[in-house]
């Protein structure tokens, strides 16, 4: 499913890594583990004008056009104030502003209340989250992110676009070759109903992918509480490895469409040189590939002319 080739450099290795049928990239440099630039976590305790926050998230956030919010357990889902896509949620995961540890309870909540909001718009959905300041969290109150745009987001295509090809001249599915590949090898990590390994290729830091069983959103609802379970487990890794901050996506086909494409979750942990800047690199650019930009370009060209 992918090949790698290594270089000698240094007093190390290189390893270049391409999937065969996406054509996604990656280098891999174990010798920069050396430079130790990760740090432990600095909680984030202030939590005075938190919008999420239980005293303020019922009058601050914006509501659906029923003016309502959807209300779950301790999770509140409501659409973002600034999106970046055609249909873009946001649902806060606890009541309690700074988190490390989450139950069962609290991510199926926020997981059912995603997969309910999601449905309301005919397109290519994912399921995201963005945990603390170093992986892009503008908030570090817990919450995720759900986004559908009539066109799939560029990973997202590239691997519909593969499992369709991949289909047609195998005439077995892409993620059931994956699976068969994984399971024998040094980087498959647990699970049978939803296949948990270390991607071969990654596109992030310790990237782990999970292959669920189901296409579209529509079938999730019935893996929930299985699917919770292994990101508490995904998590728990991550910090036993001492990184706290991470992100996370769940891509998904479009419903009622057959590519012989499965769903997916991808991890990826981020380094922590400095918990308490936001990086301006999160779950869009990392895993789905495609930047969220903030400045127009014409608006440069209009600022250099006028100054």
């Known amino acids: ?14 390893q270049y890594r391409e999937e065969r049928h996406t054509g996604l990239r990656c280098k891999i440099s174990p010798e920069r583990l050396k430079r130790h630039i990760d740090q432990s976590l600095l909680p984030h305790a202030d939590s005075s004008g938190c919008p999420f926050c239980p005293e303020n998230v019922l009058t601050v956030t914006p509501a659906f056009s029923d003016k309502r919010r959807v209300i779950r357990g301790e999770s509140v889902t409501f659409p973002n104030l600034f999106p970046f896509a055609e249909w873009h949620t946001v649902t806060v995961i606890t009541r309690q502003h700074m988190v490390l540890e989450f139950s069962l309870r609290q991510i199926s909540d926020a997981l059912l209340a995603q997969i309910e909001t999601l449905q309301r718009f005919d ?14 969290a503008s908030l570090v109150h817990p919450h995720l992110q759900g986004l559908s745009d009539r066109r799939p987001s ?5 691997y519909i676009r593969a499992s369709d090809q991949y289909r047609n001249n195998n005439k077995e599915t892409y993620w059931d070759a994956v699976r068969r590949q994984e399971r024998d090898s040094e980087r498959y990590l647990f699970g049978d109903e939803i296949f948990w390994y270390a991607q071969g290729v990654p596109l992030g830091e310790k990237e782990i992918r999970g292959i669920l069983p189901v296409s579209s959103i529509a079938e999730l609802e019935n893996f929930v509480d299985r ?19 991470f992100n996370m996506s769940i891509f998904f086909d479009k419903v009622g469409e057959d590519h012989g494409f499965s769903a997916f979750c991808a991890f990826i942990s981020r380094i922590n040189p400095n918990p308490q800047s ?16 903030l400045t127009l370009p014409e608006d440069i060209g209009k600022y250099f002319r006028k100054e």
Do not use: C
């Open 154 to 158: 560029t990973l997202a295509e590239r």
């Open 123 to 136: 397109g290519y959905p994912s399921i995201n989250w963005n945990f603390l300041p170093s992986a892009g």
């Open 1 to 14: 499913m992918f090949t790698i080739s290594e270089i000698a450099v240094g007093t190390g290795i290189l």
């Open 227 to 245: 699917l919770a379970k292994d990101l508490l487990t995904v998590i728990s890794l991550y910090q036993k490895l001492g990184t706290y901050s």
């Open 278 to 293: 936001t990086s301006d690199s999160a779950f869009m650019e990392r895993l789905h590939l495609e930047p969220v930009i």
